[in-house]
């Protein structure tokens, strides 16, 4: 009896250090989406941005949902909303009383919103890879009769947290000739944003530039300031910004100087995400130096994409790149334009 014991108590335990502990057993989604068409989903509500739902379901994987195309919406977890008018929400989703309507309920009260004036909802406690989000674009072009080669690469990557936005933008521009100096264009960028209320924003950027056509092997700028969404849509974005920035700039056959510059900057983002999805975006930026009184800086960068097959777009980009006292050379502009396939994720 003693010995059957001892076995049946083994067996006992060998059967319970097999099984899966409870807490490695994924939870049910249970957030509910129900669409114009009359279609009901159950999963998991990630975000809304740009003017798209991000939807993961156990079946059908994660999908892409055009906000128009939503009715209702139930989710328990805590979300960050905003609205038309730069006003932050936090609490839960849950259906309003009348069709097109959410309501952002909470500890402290609730408030209700209708569904077209919501512009962004982020999920709060998503892990890092669920708010990270990004592009890359490559393009080639060679011309057989000059022998001229042509390399571009772009790459942008972006993290969304709560009030606060994080992203980091790469560019490079290559050109190849024989007998021909090479050429090159390169850029990487680090940007900061803290949302605020009513369309307010506060940034700090740091970049690193190479660019010798404009007389400079490198420049190095951290630059602080803020501003304010003109436009803040589900489909579009205005945004000016004003500050100051410092920068480190190597001329090619000189030392090294320092300037300080006032800055002044205007982006704009137009998007939609109808087959085929397309995406506008365009930046000004404009610098005076401080330090060296009488010298100006513009840039003008601009990219159109166009998707091909899913994550998979076709792009056009340019840029223009002006300075008024280039150092070491007296060429005063630079600018391009390049093609290429791109892929985002």
């Not at 080639?140 to 709560?162: C, I, M, Q, W």
């Not at 009184?293 to 994550?311: A, C, H, P, V």
């Not at 050379?329 to 985002?344: A, S």
Request: charged fraction near 25%.
């Amino acid at each position: 009896m003693r010995r059957g014991g001892w076995r049946a108590r083994l067996v006992a335990l060998a059967a319970l250090a097999c099984a899966p502990l409870p807490s490695a057993w994924p939870l049910p989604k249970t957030d509910v989406v129900v669409l114009r068409n009359g279609d009901t989903l159950t999963g998991e509500v990630k975000e809304v941005d740009r003017g798209r739902l991000t939807f993961k379901t156990d079946d059908m994987g994660t999908l892409a949902i055009e906000w128009d195309k939503v009715r209702r919406v139930t989710a328990s977890a805590t979300f960050e909303v905003e609205d038309l008018d730069g006003h932050q929400f936090f609490g839960s989703l849950r259906p309003g009383a009348k069709e097109g309507e959410v309501d952002v309920v909470s500890p402290v009260g609730g408030w209700t919103l209708p569904l077209a004036h919501v512009v962004r909802v982020l999920r709060q406690g998503a892990t890092f890879w669920q708010r990270l989000d990004g592009s890359v674009d490559a393009g080639v072009s060679y011309t057989s009769s000059s022998e001229l080669l042509k390399l571009d690469f772009a790459g942008h990557v972006v993290l969304n947290r709560p009030g606060h936005e994080f992203s980091v933008d790469g560019n490079s521009t290559m050109t190849r000739q024989p007998d021909v100096e090479d050429t090159r264009r390169n850029s990487l960028t680090a940007n900061y944003a803290r949302r605020f209320p009513n369309h307010w924003v506060a940034f700090g950027q740091g970049q690193l530039e190479q660019n010798r056509e404009l007389g400079f092997d490198v420049r190095g700028s951290v630059s602080a300031g803020g501003g304010r969404y003109l436009l803040h849509g589900r489909k579009q974005d205005a945004l000016a910004v004003m500050g100051l920035r410092v920068n480190r700039e190597k001329p090619i056959d000189e030392e090294a100087k320092t300037n300080t510059e006032l800055a002044l900057a205007l982006t704009f983002d137009r998007f939609a995400y109808d087959f085929p999805k397309v995406d506008i975006y365009a930046s000004l930026s404009g610098f005076a130096s401080l330090s060296d009184w009488g010298r100006t800086r513009l840039e003008l960068n601009l990219s159109i994409k166009r998707e091909l097959l899913k994550d998979f777009t076709i792009s056009i980009r340019g840029y223009e790149s002006y300075d008024s006292r280039p150092p070491s050379t007296g060429v005063h502009n630079d600018y391009g334009v390049t093609f290429g396939l791109g892929w985002t994720f």
